[in-house]
T-cell receptor, first 110, second 118 residues
């Protein structure tokens, strides 16, 4: 089993839709979690850090469920510009070894 | 401008010919890391460095070497490249862990180096 798993998609949604991604992690000692966005063949860029209490940034909401060992990303009112691959990061047990999920591909269509 | 730079951006080479991919950051970050990205496998960590002269293996270190002689630079060395090292490589940097914790901060990535080994 992979340490961090994501549904690869693709998710095809119309503009204005709400879409949610989950990411599961296997190491219960994991300490930090992030969502990154990656456009085709470009470098990943931080979208959101994921805090235990959950956090929201505009149309984006991230949550952490430690009991079930998953993190989620909710995108409301999808825009064409949200089309990208979304990578979750988990599995950090302290220190700097970093485990990325393989990514979830999102296509938002007009 | 705060950034992570990598060179070269594109490289085609032959099996066995030693090569170095450079990485430099201007944010005074303690932590630096190298990843490779392959279709369906996502980003996999090759090596990371917590500070000058401190490095450790990630998940896929075989066939790679690194050094951290200066805080800003973290070159990736392929002593004898093979075709299975054909990939997209990213360098990343971040601050050290928040004081009193071991939780790392978010990482800033370089633009990537596309390497083809024939």
């Amino acid at each position: 089993r992979k340490e961090v798993e994501q549904d690869p998609g693709p998710f095809n949604v119309p503009e204005g839709a709400t879409v949610a991604f989950n990411c599961t992690y296997s190491n219960s000692a994991s300490q930090s979690f992030f969502w990154y966005r990656q456009d085709c063949r470009k470098e990943p860029k931080l979208l959101m850090s994921v805090y235990s209490s959950g956090n929201e940034d505009g149309r984006f909401t991230a949550q952490l469920n430690r009991a079930s060992q998953y993190i989620s990303l909710l995108i409301r009112d999808s825009k064409l510009s949200d089309s990208a691959t979304y990578l979750c990061v988990g599995g950090n047990t302290g220190g700097f070894k970093t485990i990325f999920g393989a990514g979830t591909r999102l296509f938002v269509k007009a | 401008e705060a950034q992570v730079t990598q060179n070269p951006r594109y490289l085609i080479t032959v099996t066995g010919k030693k090569l170095t991919v450079t990485c430099s950051q201007n944010m005074n970050h303690e932590y630096m890391s190298w990843y490779r990205q392959d279709p369906g496998l996502g980003l996999r960590q090759i090596y990371y460095s917590m500070n000058v002269e401190v490095t450790d293996k990630g998940d896929v270190p075989e066939g790679y070497k690194v050094s951290r002689k200066e805080k800003r630079n973290f070159p990736l060395i392929l002593e004898s490249p093979s075709p299975n090292q054909t990939s997209l490589y990213f360098c990343a940097s971040s601050l050290g862990p928040a004081q009193g914790t071991s939780r790392p901060y978010e990482q800033y990535f370089g633009p990537g180096t596309r390497l083809t080994v024939t």
